[in-house]
Every structure is written in C-alpha cells, then in structure tokens.
C-alpha cells in the first residue's frame, strides 16, 4: 500500500521540492488530511528538499513520502532562526514522522535578576519572580562566550545569594565584580541597564566605542589589546542579532507583508502567540487594484470570528502612503477598517509601522523582513502557475498587436555622473522576467555625448541586427523608457532592418504610453491589468540599469585603490580584478589564495584585502572618488582590523608631488 502511494505522489511531490526556493527555512510534509506527519530545517531548502528524492531511501523516507501528499516552506532569515521554527513547530504539532526536539527541552535564555544588585546568567528556566529574560539562543558556544565577555565590560556580582561581606572576594580582586556586598557602588544599576540594552540589540553606541578604542591600541601598537577588542566587538554584535521566530515578549501580534509584480500580489501572515511563531499564512490575488486598496481588502478579509485579530498587527511600509500616520504612535487614520473591527470584534487593533533601528523596533521589522520574503517566494510560484494569459490579450488589443505579445523587451538608457553611457535590455516571457536573456551594452558611438536619442538608435541596432543576421526569434512587443522622441528614433532603425515587432514608450512621469509616430499618448487607468504589465518591464529595466550603475563606480576605485599598495602595479591590479572581478570577492579572499593566484606577496594580499574592505566600508558615508594617498592611509589604517602583529604589517606606497 505505501509503495502505491509512492509512486502516486512521487512525481508531484519531486516536482514541489524542486520548485523551492534556496533560502534557509522550515519545510513541512503534509498527508491527504492536511495535517503535518513532518517537519524538517534547512540551510537551503531547495537542496534539502531535492535530496528526498536522489538516491536510495531509508525506510523511514520511503513511508514519508508515501504517506505525504504536498510540501510546504517557511522562509526565515538564518540557519538559527529555521531550528527556533523546527522547534516550536514539532512541540505544536507533534508530527508522526519527528523524533528529536519532542522531548520539551528549550534553548537557553539569559537572565537579569530582580533585585537593586540583579547578576546575569543563562538558563533553561523561567522562574516569575520579576526577572528579566532574554533570548533563546540556540548557539550554547555563542552565548556563554559572549556572556564571558560581558562579565569583562560590565562586573556585575557573581554570587547566586547576595549578603554583606567585611571583605569583598576574589572576583573583585581580579575586577569582574564591582563589590556591592561590602561598598556602596552608585552606578550599580547604570551597568545593569548597559546589560540590558546590549541584550535588547541596541548594541551600536557600545559597538562604536570598543571600535574606536581598538583602532587606538592598534595605533599605539598594543596589538593585543587590539585583537580582545575586536573579538568582543565581535561577539557583541553576534549576541545582538536578532531571531524573529522567537522572542521573549508575551504580547499577541501578527506581521503582515506583501509582494506585488504586474498583477499579482501575495501576502504573508506571521502570527507571535506568547512569545512564539505559531503560523504563517499565504494567500495570493490576481488585482489591479492599488497597494493601499489590496492591502485593507486583504485584512478585512483574512480576519473572521474564526480568526479574531491580535491587539497589534505590524504591517511593512507602503510604497504609497495609504491613510496611515507617520505619528509617535504610528496608528491608523482610516475609518473604514476601525469601524470594520468594531463591528466585528468589538475593538479595533493597533496597526504599527515600526521605523528605526534599535531593541524591539530591529526585531519587529526583522520579523516582517522575514514575511516579505516568503510573500515574494510564494509570489514566484503563482507567477509560474497562473501566467499572465488575459491581461497580455488586453495589452495587444490596447496597442493594436497582432499576436499576444508573449515575449517582450525593455530597453533603458542610463550613464554615471556623465559618462560611462550603457543600455539595459531586460526580456520577459508571458509576462515572467527571463533573466538569463537580460543583456548590458556600452555604448560606443557618443564619445563622452549624453544623446538619448543616439542612445537608442545604437543599441536597438546593435541587438536586432545580431538576432536577423544569426536568425534568432524577435521579440513580439519592444519596450522603450522614454516618450515619443525615443520611440521614434528605436522605430528608424526597425524600419531600416525591416523587423515589424510591435514598438511603445513608457513615459515615467505620468505613464503614458506612446506609440510611433503618434501625436497624443495612450492614457490608462492606473488600475489597468495592461499598464500594470508595461510597468512591470519598464521597473526591471531601471533595477537592472542600476546594478549596472554600481559595478561602474565599483570600477572607478578599483584600480587607483589597488596601484597605492605597494608591490601592487598596474598589471597585478589588473590580474587581482580578473581573478575575483568583484570588490566584495576580493574582500574576502583568503590571503595566501590571493597571493598565488595573482603572483603577489601574501602581505601585499593582506593588504589589497584589508584596502578593500575599508574603502567598501566607507563607500556609504564618503565620496567614492579618493585619491591614491588617501586611499593609501585609508588602507594603513584599516590593517587594524586584518593583523595585529606590528612585523606582518605591509609598507604602502608614499605619493609624491
């Protein structure tokens, strides 16, 4: 019977796991009933999901997914994050096919004591006595060092029963505890909020001051003091991150985030009961309704006596404004939903867009970052199983094509401060991207002009001259960012070549659409399946320019960085670039990997790395463009953060007049 019902569900199920996306998550295998029979985590849920059906199974596998009939995901931010899932999940849901994590075990937490002199410790148990606790924290290794550190920064008191001493013991000898059973130690509490706050994840100001006293041991070479420096930095900030499946906040609520492209628009739904995820929603609609409209038509409707709303939902940001307050309290300014709750519920909940970076408002927007992508996941899947059939029917009808235009190009014109003008054509396919067609062109007729225009004659020739001459499908519809000046100019060089693929212009400002020759644009509604679809294509054309845009100014501080370090020229510059081709690549290469590949030291490796790494650093908050002597001292200065040994340190080169 269970070999019968393999070989019924196989293929389907294969088919659901190789459809998965590579993000970290919990999977979940799910009978004919619907009910959970096993969940499972994963670094990568694609290639762990694939490997139930590579190889010989294990009795185990086999009866699974004999037994099972779909799959479902739960993307979340980290590996930590997915066993926090597993784990809440296997104690809710008892599946049948789990044996580990059953045995009601939890993860350790950190605890501030109550009391005017509280100590810190981790533990398995919460005792409700007014102590504060915070976590879990699944990395046991992480958390005891990191706490070892802590007793360092802040030397708070040791014994598990405080009483006054005449002498204080020998933690106050070796400066771990301040000594309040035999002192009087004013800022006592002042360390205990330090603690807190750390605990909390508002870590920066901390982060900021060991940063700055690192850098000063390291200039004053105390190398060793440097390097415990940064492993505390380090350890701070790996006890700061936050995990959004998990927290220790008792408080009822649920984040809602979404995703859109063209027509479509999914939403995602995590629910936090006593401190815990529960669920996660998807649902996806087919509207061309606005982000405002489709997000209150949504929570009208994903509310009912059968699921009643939490005291606080937490939406992401809209694109739009919608009728929410940017006020202290970040509460709704729309009648139609509070009267809909009061009526239904009999109270209307908090809606809260949190903004900011510290504590509870991190946590918060962690946990919708985490929504957003498996919203845009499950996006993804609709996308490719419902297509977008009707709505390229109305966009051929609309601009007179005579087929549906199942294949389309953008093409958009950008440059760099100026110069460095290229062209980005992005390719769709019933409506989908169809990324491994996108293509980048330098522009090579304008010599350092900026001509929209000419822009558009050169690559349009440049891309259907090659698809005629080699014989290649045309595309049914081509889509130009601009209005009627571009649009005519793409239209000379099509009529030269003799292609009649259908041709439009989206202007931005106002999304007209303009076809050749025409004296007036075609105006639709906002809400139209049609624009929607042109709106779509035009956006990717932007996003792919400007990924484009940033591997030119990724250019223009590669090669003066890397020729100030010395021992580094022009050709090893250029043999470092072929070799990683991206900064971020070359910033974490391995030192003596560099060296050999590239035929240079292994201190000059050491100090292209830590160059690198610094100038990605301060490329938010300075000028991209530094000169080779700043970028030289820059460099010096950043070994701080790759070695501490004074004789590893490599000479940079000195600029001269």
């Not at 139209?528 to 042109?534: P, R, T």
């Not at 580094?568 to 560099?594: F, H, Q, T, V």
Request: hydrophobic share 35%.
């Amino acid at each position: 019977m269970v070999h019968d019902r393999y070989s019924e569900n196989y293929d389907l199920l294969k088919a659901q796991a190789g459809n998965t996306s590579g993000e970290p998550g919990v999977y979940l295998w799910k009978n004919a009933e619907n009910r959970i029979i096993y969940v499972g985590k994963a670094r990568n849920l694609k290639k762990r999901l694939s490997s139930y059906f590579s190889g010989r199974k294990d009795v185990k596998t086999t009866a699974l997914i004999g037994r099972a009939k779909s799959i479902e995901t739960i993307i979340v931010s980290n590996e930590y994050e997915a066993l926090l899932l597993e784990n809440t999940l296997i104690k809710q849901h008892s599946p049948k096919y789990n044996i580990s994590l059953k045995d009601g075990k939890t993860y350790p937490v950190v605890r501030i004591t109550a009391g005017d002199f509280p100590r810190v410790f981790s533990t398995r148990y919460i005792v409700e006595d007014g102590s504060q606790y915070f976590g879990p924290f699944p990395n046991v290794y992480a958390i005891n060092k990191s706490l070892e550190l802590i007793e360092k920064v802040f030397p708070l008191r040791k014994c598990k029963t405080f009483r006054k001493r005449e002498k204080p013991c020998m933690y106050f000898h070796i400066k771990r505890c301040m000594g309040p059973c035999f002192q009087d130690v004013p800022d006592y509490q002042v360390q205990v909020d330090r603690v807190r706050k750390l605990l909390a994840g508002e870590s920066s100001a901390l982060i900021i001051e060991l940063s700055t006293r690192m850098h000063e041991a390291a200039r004053s070479l105390q190398f060793e003091e440097a390097a415990e420096l940064r492993n505390l930095i380090q350890a701070i900030e790996s006890l700061s991150e936050n995990n959004s499946v998990e927290d220790m906040n008792p408080e009822n609520r649920d984040y809602i985030a979404w995703a859109a492209e063209g027509i479509f628009t999914a939403f995602s739904v995590f629910s936090m009961r006593e401190g815990r995820m529960t669920g996660r929603d998807l649902f996806c609609s087919r509207s061309a309704a606005g982000e405002e409209e489709s997000l209150e038509t949504f929570i009208a409707a994903y509310y009912n006596p059968s699921r009643p709303p939490p005291p606080k939902i937490y939406l992401m940001n809209l694109k739009s404004s919608m009728n929410l307050k940017n006020s202290v309290d970040n509460s709704p300014d729309t009648a139609v939903l509070d009267r809909y709750f009061l009526e239904k519920f009999g109270f209307s909940p908090e809606f809260i867009l949190p903004s900011g970076l510290e504590g509870e408002v991190k946590k918060h927007n962690a946990a919708l970052a985490m929504a957003h992508q498996n919203a845009k996941e499950e996006l993804r899947k609709r996308i490719r199983e419902r297509g977008l059939g009707p709505a390229l029917d109305e966009l051929a009808q609309i601009l007179g094509l005579k087929t549906r235009p199942e294949r389309i190009e953008g093409f958009d014109i950008s440059h760099l401060d100026g110069k460095h003008s290229a062209a980005s054509l992005v390719s769709f396919r019933n409506g989908i991207p169809d990324r491994k067609n996108y293509r980048h062109y330098k522009l090579r007729s304008l010599q350092g002009r900026i001509d929209d225009y000419a822009s558009i004659r050169e690559v349009v020739h440049r891309r259907y001259s090659r698809l005629v001459n080699e014989g290649l499908d045309l595309p049914d519809l081509i889509l130009i960012d601009g209005g009627i000046g571009q649009v005519n100019a793409a239209r000379e060089i099509l009529e030269k070549l003799g292609i009649s693929s259908g041709l439009a212009g989206l202007a931005e400002r106002e999304e007209d659409i303009w076809l050749p020759g025409s004296k007036s644009p075609i105006k639709l509604p906002r809400s139209s399946e049609a624009l929607k679809i042109l709106q779509f294509v035009r956006d990717e054309t932007h996003r792919f320019a400007g990924r484009l845009n940033q591997n030119l100014r990724s250019k223009e501080i590669r090669f003066p960085l890397l020729e100030s370090i010395e021992g580094i020229g022009p050709k090893r510059a250029a043999a470092i670039i072929k070799a990683y081709e991206e900064l971020e690549k070359i910033a974490a290469a391995d030192p003596e990997d560099m060296a050999a590949k590239c035929g240079i030291t292994p201190a000059a490796a050491l100090a292209v790395r830590a160059a690198i790494n610094h100038a990605l650093k301060s490329r938010k908050t300075s000028s991209v463009k530094k000169s080779p002597s700043s970028a030289a001292a820059l460099a010096a200065e950043a070994l701080t953060d790759e070695a501490f040994a004074a004789e590893d340190a490599p000479h940079y080169k000195t600029e001269t007049k």
